[in-house]
Every structure is written in structure tokens, then in C-alpha cells.
């Protein structure tokens, strides 16, 4: 499987897992982000857009992918969900990522509790 296909495969697994319908909603554009630095770019307006960087994505393992591509249609949820006056990475983005990052494995859920609780 090339990368451009696992990104694919990527971006359609977690679309439909979260039931964002990508031939309506979101366009994904190939032509690296508006910032070389970047992996990912989600623009909800005036149509939704995930831009994610190819070249950058095809020189990281695949769980940077998912990664990437977990993290910008988060945003799209939390916009969905929020409207518009949701902080970027707002508490509402950070809770939303997170749970969509434990939920498919790609960060372990950490319980701290405090010494006189053990």
C-alpha cells in the first residue's frame, strides 16, 4: 500500500467511524499545507477543508497519520458540535481529540491518583 493510500484508508476509516460524510463535508487537498511545517490545516469556512501535507505524512510512520488526520477532523467536530466560537485548541478540541485518541488506541489513558487514594 502506498502512503497516498493509507492516508486514504486513514481518513475514510475515521470519517465514516465518526459519521462525517467526506463526500459532502470535508475536501482533502494534496498540495501540502499553507505552512510547510505543519502535517494537517482544517479550515471550516467557507466549506469545510482539511488540507493534509503529503510529502511531509509520507516520510512518518503511519501512526503519524492517523494521528494527523484524528486531529484535523476533530476540529470539524468540535466546530460541528461547538460553532464557530470554539477556541482552536480550546478545551472543547482538547477533550474531543483526546477521547477520539484513546478510543482508537493511539494514546493511553493515564489514571493518576493521589498517594492517601492508593
Partial sequence: MTTRDYICASYNKFSDKYNIDIAWVIRMEWNGPRNKNWLGFYLSKPKPLIELNY?????????ETDITVIHELAHHLTVKKFGEKARIHGKEFKKIYTDMLIENELLQKTITRRPHEL
Fill in 55 to 63: 510529502p511531509a505524512l509520507s516520510k512518518l510512520p503511519e501512526k
